[in-house]
């Protein structure tokens, strides 16, 4: 079983991947402007105004708002 060969290497400047895009798939054009948390009940990350705070497991955890099915089922129907 050999190993596969290596397809990156570390350049002058430190980086090492070429392909990967730069930055963040979440944003970060302020601090809190473009904020997102994964809901705790479906993962997916949500802007922090579509999430409510829930008493879940002895502390708060946040949720989708109004739930997480009726989300899902706008977002299929916008696109």
């Known amino acids: ?14 980086l090492r991947y070429r392909s990967k895009p730069a930055g963040s798939p979440f944003g970060s054009a302020g601090a809190f402007t473009t904020a997102t948390m994964s809901c705790f009940l479906c993962g997916k990350h949500r802007p922090r105004a579509s999430l409510k705070g829930k008493k879940l497991l002895g502390r708060t955890q946040f949720v989708c708002a109004p739930s997480c099915k009726e989300l899902a089922e706008a977002e299929k129907a916008k696109g």
């Open 1 to 14: 079983m050999a190993k596969d060969e290596i397809k990156t290497s570390i350049d002058s400047d430190g």
